[in-house]
T-cell receptor, first 118, second 109 residues
Framework: SAVISQKPSRDICQRGTSLTIQCQVDSQVTMMFWYRQQPGQSLTLIATANQGSEATYESGFVIDKFPISRPNLTFSTLTVSNMSPEDSSIYLC???????????????FGPGTRLTVL | LAKTTQPISMDSYEGQEVNITCSHNNIATNDYITWYQQFPSQGPRFIIQGYKTKVTNEVASLFIPADRKSSTLSLPRVSLSDTAVYYCLVGEDDYKLSFGAGTTVTVRA
């Protein structure tokens, strides 16, 4: 299993500014992911961030808007750039690793960062 | 990824068994069925995963018929703390998850 922390837990930002969200894992993991959950909605995968390679973005998400860093196997950042009110969401990171609950690998999620853009 | 369909919401009372059925008609041979639980203001949490027949752990049971076109998550004797959104996901690899709308389960006293 993995314990994941995110900073900040929540923030209120002004339109046009940028926010960097940090994700820290208590063990080394290869695969890390960033999701967005808009109010009242389900989760949408933004990108896959593997250490040593460029992040892979899903349709509808671009690097200029959501730059990602993955400097090592326990840490990643997601930046939400040039924010608008439509970016108000919960942003979650997750890792794919071996779990205690199953003999197969599965995903563990962080607590999320609640972002409000005014 | 196979598309899943599950009820939008379910209501129950404490002590009852809750069964959530998920339809996945286009499930592929190599696909697993995985269920996640999400409490308000938290990230999703893995509950159970299965491929066929029945899987049980300390939290829930997962029933999968022979044709694998559906699956049922069973939560025994729910309590108020089981109020959450439950997501059914189907895929070959657990590392690229496609979340549907989920089922909001509300447990009342």
């Amino acid at each position: 299993s993995a314990v994941i922390s995110q900073k900040p837990s929540r923030d209120i930002c002004q339109r046009g500014t940028s926010l960097t969200i940090q994700c820290q894992v208590d063990s080394q993991v290869t695969m890390m992911f960033w999701y967005r959950q808009q109010p009242g909605q389900s989760l949408t995968l933004i990108a896959t961030a593997n250490q040593g390679s460029e992040a892979t973005y899903e349709s509808g998400f671009v690097i200029d808007k959501f730059p990602i860093s993955r400097p090592n196997l326990t840490f990643s950042t997601l930046t939400v750039s040039n924010m608008s009110p439509e970016d108000s969401s919960i942003y979650l990171c997750s890792v794919y690793t071996k779990g205690k609950e199953t003999s197969t690998d599965t995903q563990y999620f962080g607590p999320g960062t609640r972002l409000t853009v005014l | 990824l196979a598309k899943t369909t599950q009820p939008i919401s379910m209501d129950s009372y404490e002590g009852q068994e809750v069964n959530i059925t998920c339809s996945h008609n286009n499930i592929a041979t190599n696909d697993y069925i995985t269920w996640y639980q999400q409490f308000p203001s938290q990230g999703p949490r893995f509950i159970i995963q299965g491929y066929k027949t029945k899987v049980t752990n300390e939290v829930a049971s997962l029933f999968i018929p022979a044709d694998r076109k559906s699956s049922t998550l069973s939560l025994p004797r729910v309590s108020l703390s089981d109020t959450a959104v439950y997501y059914c996901l189907v895929g070959e690899d657990d590392y690229k998850l496609s979340f549907g709308a989920g089922t909001t389960v509300t447990v009342r006293a």
